[in-house]
Each structure stands twice: as structure tokens, then as C-alpha cells.
């Protein structure tokens, strides 16, 4: 038995010889271009969750954004790749779901996406003002709003 401690090479969702880009093929070869490579990808999906968070609150694809960076992850990160996978089957299993559902549950999961889109909207507002780039007569009926003005 040896006292000497040897490198083990990260576990990736796809070893070096199976990659289909050769350039990530070459990275992924050289143990210490493979660690910088790992960092940099940790590092922009981190980025990109980040903006995908911030997003959340706001009008838009916040969570799109947070998905895209998880796939960041995903390409490089075990876990990442199953939490990816799991998030897909939960999105899937919600369609599936309201897809088999009537057209009353399906109009109440309607308004009820609305309702929570209006109120983050309006906590936005409540909580950072109305924005200057609405035209005046928008902007002074937002202000009117209980809570924003």
C-alpha cells in the first residue's frame, strides 16, 4: 500500500474520450485544463442562475433563465444533470396533469397564474416605484393604484 496520494479525476457527465466536441475532448484530456474548464462552467452557470433568480419577481422568463443555467451545470455536473432531469419530469407531470384537467381547472390555473403575476408586479411597484419609461398617462394610473403611489 502506498502513502502517496494520487489525482483522481473529477466525475463528469461525460468522460473525455466520449465527447462528441473535439475541442471539449481536449480540454477535458489535460487534468488541469480539465479543472479550469470545470470552474469556468461553474462559475458562467452560476452566473446565469443568478440573473435567473433576480429575474423570478419580474415580468418575464425568470425561471427559463434559471433552467438554462442549470443546464449550464448539467453539462459538466452529475447532480446537475438529475436535477435537471427531475425538473423536466415535474414540468412534464404538471402538462400531463393539466392536459387531462377541464376547461374550469384549467381557466382557474389561468387566472390564478395571473392573479400572482399582477400581485409581483404590484409588490415591484409597491416596492421600487413605477419606472420612467412608461408613457405619463400609464404611469400616473399606476400611481393610483393602491400601494404604489
Known sequence: MSDHKTYHEPEALISAKEDRFA???????????????????????????????????????????VFLGLGVWASE????????????????AWTKWLGHQAWWVKGLVGIGTLLLLLAIVWAMFALSGVP?????????????VPGIG
Open 23 to 65: 475541442w471539449r475532448r481536449k480540454i477535458k484530456s489535460n487534468p488541469t485544463t480539465r479543472v479550469i474548464y470545470r470552474v469556468v462552467v461553474a462559475l458562467v452557470g452560476l452566473a446565469i442562475v443568478a440573473v435567473g433568480i433576480a429575474a423570478i419577481p419580474l415580468p418575464g422568463p425568470g425561471w427559463l433563465i
Open 77 to 92: 455536473f452529475d447532480w446537475a444533470a438529475r436535477l435537471l432531469e427531475w425538473v423536466k419530469g415535474k414540468v412534464s
Open 132 to 144: 420612467g419609461f412608461f408613457p405619463d398617462s400609464i404611469e400616473d394610473r399606476l400611481k393610483d
